[in-house]
């Protein structure tokens, strides 16, 4: 049995540099080992990687953490395979694949805190090892850097599209909608929207 790393031995271990060692570790099942070979196929960890290093490098470790804990990457891999339809760009098409990845990983640092979780898939959550305020901060900085690569991609409509719905899912985190248990579908939609 492993021992737990305490949070200065995970800076030196949850490095961008082991993203691919440490997460093929954690691969337990075929399905998940299959994905996970797609999605080097389809060479989405190195755009992954290269945002990872735009992060402040004390925030790096808190994001590698939570793309360990979860190592499936079924998100970005239908990205990718969708985006190969539609773009002909390849590296646009990676690049974006590799933000829903990022995306998907600061969502659960997120829910991870709002739902007070302590464990993600048996281990310690970002939270629960780097701090809830380290933890919030490199979200900020995440969605700041996808934002940015955004900009970069000169994809203005998409970067405007995922700041709106960056921001609604920031305010729903500081304004929780209450539903009565016998809401009907178009009240939740309605607050939803609202």
């Known amino acids: 049995m492993q021992k737990e790393l305490s949070p200065e031995e995970q800076v030196g271990v949850f490095t961008v ?4 060692v440490l997460t093929k570790e954690r691969i337990y099942v075929p399905a998940i080992d299959y994905l996970y070979k797609e999605y080097e196929d389809r060479k989405i960890l190195a755009p992954l990687q290269s945002s990872l290093r735009l992060f402040p490098p004390e925030m ?6 939570i793309l360990v804990t979860h190592v499936t990457k079924e998100k970005p891999v239908f990205i990718h395979a969708l985006g190969k339809s539609f773009v002909k760009d390849s590296s646009l098409v990676c690049e974006v694949a590799a933000c829903v990845d990022l995306l998907w990983a600061l969502s659960m640092m997120i829910d991870d805190i709002v739902d007070n979780d302590q464990q993600r898939a048996g281990k310690p959550t970002s939270w629960v090892v780097f701090g809830r305020e380290l933890t919030e901060q490199t979200v900020r900085q ?22 709106e719905h960056i921001e609604r899912g920031l305010a729903s985190l500081k304004a929780p909608e209450l539903s009565a248990l016998n809401s009907t579908s178009r009240e939740l939609l309605d607050n939803r929207h609202n």
Not at 17 to 20: A, C, F, S
Not at 143 to 156: H, R
């Open 142 to 163: 995440g969605l700041e850097i996808v934002g940015g690569i955004m900009e970069a991609k000169k994809n203005g409509v998409g970067a405007n599209l995922l700041k």
């Open 17 to 20: 540099e082991n993203l691919p």
């Open 60 to 65: 790096q470790p808190v994001v590698v953490q």
